[in-house]
């Protein structure tokens, strides 16, 4: 319950300073490896995915090279 809410927040909080600081692409390639180092004590989150203004795949914690798909529509 709130528990794993804290924690979904405290992961989206780190991954969106990150994106501010840095940009997306920082959590690609190579970077991914630290996306999915933030869910390692978080197993109530399964993957994280991080799309562009338009619903374009940017990164997520599974796939260090994600193919441009677009999740707009979902």
Do not use: H, K
Not at 21 to 36: D, I, K, P, S, Y
Not at 60 to 71: E, G, H, I, K, V
């Amino acid at each position: 319950g709130a528990r794993a809410l804290g924690a979904a927040r405290l992961v989206t909080d780190r991954v969106a300073e990150a994106i501010r600081r840095e940009g997306a692409e920082v959590f690609r390639g190579t970077g991914q490896a630290g996306l999915a180092d933030m869910l390692r004590d978080v197993p109530q989150i399964g993957s994280i995915w991080i799309l562009d203004r338009d619903g374009f795949l940017l990164a997520n914690s599974l796939d260090p090279d994600p193919p441009r798909t677009s999740l707009a529509d979902r």
